[in-house]
């Protein structure tokens, strides 16, 4: 046997309620190893955010169940769970005139009592979420001067403020330039926890530990980046044609796509 | 622990200045002394000599009257704060939202129509309206889509929905129950009024102002967390539904005793967040109190210029509050435009 899983999902389904109920997600059974990178991969609509919701108890599955070190999510009290995970979600905005500083101090929030002020230890907290993003030069820099790369680097640094065990991130590099998307995906892969990231971007998603493939609402593939993401898969999911071309610098795998049917010449 | 004592009393300070300035500025002008007398008097026993309708003056009616003023500019702008945090929307206030035009028809139903036959007070008939309105505002604004509540425009949109509608039947209450004479008066409490308030509302105004106060400080880090959206306060281990609940119910509660007591006085929610966020930043621990202290001494400023504007009238408050809050409501539409509005 291997080590015990840090997030587990056992045959998981989540529907919409309602007259039009709509199957969503459907007997999804995934392992996430401790200290692992997950890539969670597929296209559009194929159910990713939506799995990733529910591995964050944001959102309570319809079937099956989530278990976090062993541990059925839904018997834990929602603080007690933002202790242990912490979830960023996709280019989440605010209008309010907050500094940096203050967005990542609300990482604290599960450690705190209603009028518990905040203690020196929480302090130095903050301080090294922000050093673990690069971004303690910008601690009094208001969140509407920053980039698109930076807002982002903000949220991963107030989700290491709540010290989780396991981090979830919905596609981190949405909207991103592509120097960005490389220095945030490299921070992402060098943090010390477990980590579950749905991405877009397949080439991406082969500097991960390990891939899950969803597919219109079921999981279909779960494994290693070489060895899943088979032409044949490709194909099936993703539609497209790829190509592996190997980089004659360092010898690292790329994918090329082509599309299956030119239609447009 | 020493700067939070001393910024306390210089807030209890600058209250009480208001509330004596606004004991002494009237028609008929009194200086500070007699205010002085008067309240020792009736406070601590003393026995000044005061003309008795001085006396009269200060404390049956100015006094009374500035403690609602400021209990309800501070209760409306405490409704203003929870509503913006909560539905993540600055334009989000509870005149706007229609809630205060709900509160208005639940008030008129109990003490026009005579629903529930003198079993309930105005003040409840005037909380259930505030729901009701609230509820069918929300439940308009989600199914007109785009972001429901957090939308600008739906927001608008669906509170000019809903106050008409509500206004409308309070009006309709007054004209099929009501006498010429009591049309009058309501029409003119509609518009915010507070002439005519007694002790006893004193109290109530000042005790719920108060308690939701306690109640929101106590959800401040809650609130803190709603900053990017129910989601990530979600992920930050904050009981959504119960937080939103709760807190919304006492921004209903607060509207609904204050507007029962002195009428829709619109703005006040709009305006004061906004102006308490400019000074003292956004995050809740401060920004609660500080629209607390700003709504009430905003509003006995307002009283004063409503007793003192035309010689001889006076003029509803709502008038100027909404004088100075249409401009603020058109800046902050402005101010949004470029943005995600």
Same mark, same amino acid.
């Given at each position: 046997?291997?080590?015990?899983? *840090? ?7 989540? *529907?919409t309620?309602?007259?039009?109920a709509?199957?969503? !997600? ?17 296209p ?5 955010s ?28 929602r603080? $007690?769970?933002a202790?242990?995970? $912490? ?12 500094d940096?500083?203050d967005?990542?101090?609300l990482?604290?929030t599960?450690? /705190? ?6 203690? &020196? ?8 979420a922000?050093?673990?993003?690069g971004?303690?030069h910008?601690?009094?820099s208001a969140?509407?001067?920053l980039s ?5 680097r903000v949220h991963? $640094? ?9 981090l979830?991130?919905?596609e981190?590099t949405n909207h991103?330039d592509?120097?960005q998307?490389?220095s945030l995906m490299?921070?992402v892969?060098a ?5 579950v990231?749905?991405?877009h971007?397949l080439? #991406?998603?082969?500097a ?7 597919c219109?609402g079921?999981?279909?593939?779960q494994?290693?980046?070489r060895?899943?993401?088979t ?14 071309? !190997?980089?004659?610098?360092d ?15 | 622990m020493?700067?939070?004592i001393?910024?306390i ?20 002008r009194l ?5 002085? #007398? ?6 601590a026993?003393?026995q000044y000599?005061v ?17 609602v003023?400021?209990?309800?500019g501070a209760? /409306? ?6 509503l ?9 206030e509870?005149y706007?939202?229609g809630?205060?035009?709900g ?6 139903? !109990?003490?026009?129509?005579?629903l529930? &036959? ?21 439940l308009?604004?989600?199914a007109a889509?785009s972001?429901?509540?957090r939308?600008?425009?739906?927001i608008?949109?669906a509170g000019?929905?809903g106050s008409?509608?509500f ?10 129950s009501?006498?010429?004479? #009591?049309?009058?008066g309501?029409m ?21 102002a108060? *308690?939701?106060? &306690?109640?929101?400080?106590?959800? *401040? ?6 900053t ?25 509660l ?7 007591i ?18 003292v930043?956004?995050r809740?621990r ?6 607390? /202290?700003i709504? &009430? ?5 307002a009283d ?6 035309i010689p ?9 509050? $909404? /004088?100075v809050?249409a401009p603020?409501?058109?800046?902050i ?9």
């Amino acid at each position: 046997m291997s080590a015990p899983a *840090a997030l587990q999902a056992r045959d998981l389904g989540w *529907a919409t309620r309602g007259l039009r109920a709509t199957s969503i !997600v459907e007997r999804v059974s995934l392992e996430v190893r401790p200290g692992e990178m997950l890539g969670l991969i597929g296209p559009n609509g194929s159910g990713k955010s939506t799995v990733l919701r529910l591995l964050s108890g944001i959102l309570v599955p319809t079937q099956g169940e989530v278990l976090l070190d062993g541990q059925a999510l839904r018997a834990l009290p929602r603080r $007690a769970l933002a202790r242990q995970l $912490a979830f960023v979600s996709q280019m989440a905005d605010t209008q309010d005139a907050i500094d940096v500083w203050d967005a990542v101090e609300l990482g604290r929030t599960p450690w /705190l009592s209603a009028l518990q002020p905040l203690s &020196a230890e929480d302090g130095r907290i903050v301080r090294a979420a922000l050093a673990a993003v690069g971004l303690e030069h910008k601690q009094r820099s208001a969140w509407s001067t920053l980039s698109g790369g930076e807002r982002q680097r903000v949220h991963i $640094a107030r989700a290491l403020a709540q010290q989780p065990g396991v981090l979830l991130l919905d596609e981190p590099t949405n909207h991103l330039d592509i120097h960005q998307q490389l220095s945030l995906m490299q921070l992402v892969r060098a943090l010390p926890i477990t980590k579950v990231v749905a991405l877009h971007d397949l080439n #991406q998603a082969l500097a991960c530990d390990r891939l899950a493939v969803m597919c219109a609402g079921r999981l279909v593939a779960q494994g290693i980046p070489r060895e899943i993401l088979t032409p044949a898969l490709l194909h099936d999911v993703f539609r497209v044609q790829a190509a592996e071309l !190997v980089d004659p610098q360092d010898g690292a795998l790329v994918l090329r796509f082509k599309p299956l049917d030119s239609s447009f010449p | 622990m020493l700067r939070l004592i001393l910024l306390i009393s210089a807030a209890l300070a600058a209250l009480a200045v208001a509330i004596l300035l606004g004991v002494a500025i009237g028609e008929t002008r009194l200086s500070p002394s007699v205010v002085w #007398q008067v309240l020792a008097n009736q406070l601590a026993g003393a026995q000044y000599p005061v003309d008795p309708i001085d006396q009269g003056i200060v404390w049956n009616y100015r006094l009374a009257r500035a403690l609602v003023a400021a209990s309800c500019g501070a209760g /409306l702008a405490i409704s203003g704060v929870i509503l913006q945090s909560l539905l993540r929307n600055a334009l989000a206030e509870p005149y706007l939202l229609g809630i205060s035009a709900g509160a208005s028809t639940g008030a008129v139903l !109990v003490s026009v129509a005579g629903l529930g &036959a003198g079993a309930i007070s105005m003040t409840t008939g005037a909380f259930f309206g505030a729901v009701c309105a609230f509820a069918l505002v929300a439940l308009l604004a989600h199914a007109a889509g785009s972001g429901g509540l957090r939308n600008s425009a739906q927001i608008v949109l669906a509170g000019i929905a809903g106050s008409q509608l509500f206004n409308a039947l309070t009006s309709l209450i007054i004209t099929k129950s009501g006498s010429a004479e #009591q049309a009058r008066g309501i029409m003119f409490w509609m518009l915010g009024n507070l002439s005519g308030v007694r002790w006893s509302d004193t109290l109530l105004t000042t005790c719920i102002a108060v *308690a939701g106060m &306690a109640v929101c400080l106590w959800h *401040a880090r809650a609130l803190d967390a709603f900053t990017f959206g129910s989601e990530s306060a979600a992920a930050l281990g904050v009981a959504v539904r119960r937080v939103q609940l709760v807190l919304l119910l006492v921004a209903a509660l607060i509207t609904a005793v204050m507007v029962s007591i002195v009428g829709a006085i619109g703005f006040v929610g709009l305006v004061i967040p906004h102006a308490a966020r400019f000074m003292v930043g956004v995050r809740h621990r401060r920004l609660i109190p500080a629209s607390a /202290l700003i709504g &009430a001494v905003f509003l006995i400023a307002a009283d004063v210029i409503s007793r003192t504007l035309i010689p001889g009238q006076v003029l509803p408050i709502g008038v100027i509050t $909404a /004088l100075v809050g249409a401009p603020v409501f058109a800046g902050i539409l402005l101010k949004g435009r470029g943005g995600r509005a």
